[in-house]
């Protein structure tokens, strides 16, 4: 445990905003908590990438996007609606129908396809009330995106209890997790030196609650994964819809077992960790750890909200001879109906085995 710890600790990042106006913590610019930054009102294309820079090879270019809330109409039967799903059907009739819209998630993902990314890594919620036809439907919006792609529930898909196989295991063909405690691995770039982990966090909760689990049996798996996967050098990102800190949702929408998710990841490291959820775009730190973790504000939000604007972003990650270089670019829907980047954030995360310097 203890040589663990170490070898954690020697896996400095660095945080590199490139924006003049962000926060400066212990020498390392850093975006904490619910702080975004405002929108830069840059170009509209993504920046060409060069594959090799010096000794830097480009490995995958990810797009992360979450919490599309997939706004088809829905006739839910009075039976569907037993428990909590009246209340969440009220909310979306009320509220939600009127903020997640077809048109930001359509240039959401128009502006996607203009990028190319290697692979898509959604984090959950496509549904709102996790009813079997809204299941269907996101498994034929799956099936149609024409990207590879990896793809983990939210709380939102598993509002009641269902068989699995009726649920978000209905996506196994299309990226999905293949059973509810079995975490999801999917490599991503020509050389595959990337790993997409995918965790369910998504469980049923009572009305008014929307928190998360990872549970015993998928931390085990995860400690042994992060283990072997850092032991050949590879990236290790993370992928859990609700996220591992105390301070990015309320407590009845947190991640419950949080703590030991961390002790797990402090332990075994891990390169990057993205969530959704929260519906907002931060960037902060696994609590305890130097890992990065990365939010993304609902992909079918509509933009007239700066902290909440659609959005996704645009993660390329290239190794280095002693690091990997993971770059972001968060791309958000501006009120004039186009994509605009945020500065660009990088890190560096130093690769895993310590036989890296010669590899
Ligand atoms: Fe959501």
Known sequence: MHDKVQ??????????????????????????????????????????????????????VLAHLSDLHLPFEIAPSPRELAGKRLLSLLSWRLRRSKVHLWSSLEAVMADIRAAQPDLLAISGDLTNLGLPEELENAR????????????????????????????????????????????????????????????????????????????PTQLDTLEGLL?????????????????????????????????????????????????????????????????????????????DHPEKAAGWNRITISRQETDWSISITRRRLGIDGHMASLPPVQFRRQLSSSDSQTA
Do not use: Y
Not at 192 to 210: Q, R
């Open 140 to 215: 034929k919006w799956l099936a149609g995106t024409g990207f590879a792609q990896t793809v983990i529930p939210g709380n939102h898909d598993a509002m009641v209890p269902m068989p699995w196989s009726h649920g978000p295991g209905s996506w196994g063909h299309h990226g999905g997790m293949v059973a509810p405690e079995q975490p999801l691995l999917r490599f991503a770039g020509e050389r595959e030196d990337v790993a997409i982990i995918g965790l369910n966090s998504a469980i049923p909760t009572p009305p008014f609650f929307a928190s998360g689990r990872v549970g």
């Open 227 to 303: 283990q072997r996967l850092g032991a050949q050098n590879i990236c290790r990102v993370i992928m859990i819809h609700h996220p591992p800190h105390p301070n990015l949702v309320v407590r009845r929408k947190a991640l419950e077992d949080w703590h030991r998710f961390s002790a797990v990841v402090a332990s075994t490291g891990a390169e990057l960790i993205l969530h959704g959820h929260s519906h907002r775009g931060t960037i902060t730190e696994l609590p305890g750890t130097d890992i990065p973790l990365i939010g993304v504000t609902s992909a079918s939000h509509k933009p």
């Open 7 to 60: 070898h954690t600790a020697r896996k400095t990042a660095f945080l590199i905003s490139l924006d003049p106006s962000a926060g400066l913590v212990n020498g390392r610019r850093v975006l904490i908590g619910k702080k975004t930054l405002p929108d830069c009102g840059g170009p509209l294309s993504v920046p060409a990438i060069d594959p090799q820079v010096g000794n830097s090879i480009l490995s995958a």
